[in-house]
């Protein structure tokens, strides 16, 4: 059974520092990894996907992966305190098999 | 623009009253999902049709149905509800399936049950 980790928090930084989450996963036969930004009371909403090992940018994000470690982190540089919200990490092995999330992070950007 | 629909947003339904969910996508997506989504848990995969193939996971329980009449709507119907069942649901859809394919959510249903 595919089991995606995360510490749930909550995680604390200051405005305008680097926000760093982490995610574990156990299926070595996952593809594609996705990092969802969540908001009390409303859906998901996708904030980066990767599924190449390495360093993929999209403005203040960054997300790595690590396959060989079966590691997801996302960076948020300049943290505003808009980015407060949970980060939900998902994997998908490739196939029709919809998407295992995590429990998420709840980020705090403190002002 | 393109986009998932959700309604109601909100159901209020009885203990044991049979509730539609309805999901509908203008993005002509094969694939639609449902997921459920308790208070601080993460959301979990019900099931997913790619085109009019259903696909159910192994551990939805029974009380748990799906219709795709068209492209466009999907339904989940659950056919007695208990307490246990109150959470958000989630429809989402995606083009393809494959590496790098993205699923896009609807807003969501939050379902209370009495």
């Known amino acids: 059974q595919k089991e995606v980790e995360q510490n749930s928090g909550p995680l604390s930084v200051p405005e305008g520092a680097i926000a760093s989450l982490n995610c574990t996963y156990s299926d070595r036969g996952s593809q594609s990894f996705f990092w969802y930004r969540q908001y009390s009371g409303k859906s998901p909403e996708l904030i980066m996907f990767i599924y190449s090992n390495g360093d993929k940018e999209d403005g203040r994000f960054t997300a790595q992966l690590n396959k060989a470690s079966q590691y997801v982190s996302l960076l948020i540089r300049d943290s505003q305190p808009s980015d407060s919200a949970t980060y939900l990490c998902?994997?998908?092995?490739?196939?029709?098999?919809?998407?295992?999330f995590g429990k998420g992070t709840h980020l705090i950007i403190q002002p | 623009d393109a986009m998932v629909i959700q309604n109601p947003r909100y159901q209020v339904t009885q203990f044991g009253k049979p509730v539609t969910l309805s999901c509908s996508q203008t993005l002509n997506h094969n694939v639609m999902y449902w997921y459920q989504q308790k208070s601080s848990q993460a959301p979990k995969l019900l099931f997913h049709?790619?085109?009019?193939?259903?696909?159910n996971e192994a551990d939805t329980p029974d009380n748990f149905q799906s219709r795709r009449p068209n492209t466009s709507f999907c339904f989940l119907d659950i056919r007695s509800p208990g307490l246990g069942d109150a959470a958000m649901y989630l429809c989402?859809?995606?083009?393809?399936?494959?590496?790098?394919?993205?699923?896009?959510f609807g807003p969501g249903t939050r379902l209370l049950v009495l």
């Open positions: 049709y790619y085109d009019k193939d259903f696909n």
């Open positions: 998902a994997v998908s092995g490739g196939g029709a098999d919809g998407l295992t």
């Open positions: 989402a859809t995606s083009k393809r399936v494959g590496p790098g394919e993205t699923q896009y």
